[in-house]
């Protein structure tokens, strides 16, 4: 379904049910919120609006920004190339080191200072260079009908959609979002449910359950992002599970992500994540099998570059968000063995680089240009 209009306060959804109460109950999360007319799940941004559940920011931006693709991040998928990022407000999770609370823990709607319709968003893409657009900043799942809608208009245009996501979602909404993006970061906070309900307020199966959706029921590529915290989420225990079930459930060509935390939102007296931390999380995910794991939120060339699992060759080389070497065929395969290497690849790669270039997009698109 295309919208042009620019921004619609309360916009119809259709993950929902009432109750024998008198409430309505949100169902396109685990949280299945309740609501009476006039309350806001804890998301912030579904609502209960004359008896039914209405998403309060469709087509409203915390902002938009042209971002490397690794930035999501992105290994695999059209390396190099620019990506037009952006976000709305809210989140149904609750972490306590949230790294974008101003704009997920946002209650304040002068943060949505940008308007744009999906078209809008989709010939923007096109005119600044783009070959995809993210969802990110804060998580897609809570304005799924705008992502959707938007994703669409992109396609048409050639733009691919990529969901910059936490997974936690019900079954249906689920299949119906994934139905439409092409690329996926999932962030998989951790591997156990302590730290799920005590440090996100939410659970771990159902992420479990998002992952194991999209490596087995979808041709989406997906990666997964762990941000690992001292104290916390740290141990190696917990890093041979997490790993090991990857392996096990999802395969050895998932691509996995470490980065690094920095003390924020309700976490500041939490250090920051060493690079040795980072590095042994890493040494454990090859250990058990995983070919592609990667280092993040820090320098370090040699975590950052794909390595071919057949003959060892450095495939991608890269120092942060910087492709330094490239050493892959146009199709993906090994330039010394010719062993496919995971991933969407499609030509040479992109020179974006590192750059993260702000950009205002005017009413109508009259104007479109960095900010």
Sequence with gaps: MHVSQQSIENFPTRYWHRLADGRVQCDV?????????????????????????????????????????EKKPLN???????????????????????????????????????????????????????????????DPVIFLEYAIDTAQACHERGIKAVAVTAGYICDQPRTDFFRHMDAA??????????????????????????LEYLRHETEVWFEITNLIIPGENDSDEELEQMTQWIVDTLGPEVPLHFTAFHPDWKMTDTPATPPATLSRARNIGLKNGLRYVYTGNVHDENG????????????????????????????????????????????????????????????????????
């Design 76 to 138: 695999h998928f059209l390396p190099g190339t620019p990506v037009l990022s952006f976000g709305t407000a809210g989140c149904n999770l609750a972490c306590k080191f949230c790294q974008n609370w101003d704009m997920s823990k946002s209650r304040e709607m002068d943060t949505l200072a940008d308007a744009a319709s999906p078209e809008d968003l989709a010939r923007a893409a096109v005119q600044l260079g783009c070959r995809s657009v993210a969802f990110t900043y804060n």
């Design 304 to 371: 950052g570059t794909t390595v071919c699992h057949g003959c060892g060759a450095p495939l991608v080389v890269r120092d942060w968000y910087v492709l330094k070497g490239w050493h892959l065929t146009d199709d993906g395969r090994c330039e010394s063995c010719g062993l496919p290497c995971a991933g969407v690849f499609s030509g040479p790669p992109g020179d974006w680089g590192a750059r993260r270039q702000p950009v205002r997009l005017k009413a109508g698109l009259s104007s479109i240009g960095f900010a």
């Design 185 to 210: 970061n999932v962030d998989l906070k951790a591997f156990t449910e302590r730290f799920y309900h005590k440090v996100t307020g939410s659970h771990l199966q159902p992420v479990l359950e998002t």
């Design 29 to 69: 999360c685990p949280r299945a919120c309740k609501l009476r007319e006039g309350q806001q799940g804890l998301c912030f941004v579904r609502a209960c609006k004359d008896g039914e559940v209405v998403l309060t920011t469709y087509g409203r931006s915390s902002g938009f920004c042209v971002d490397p693709i």
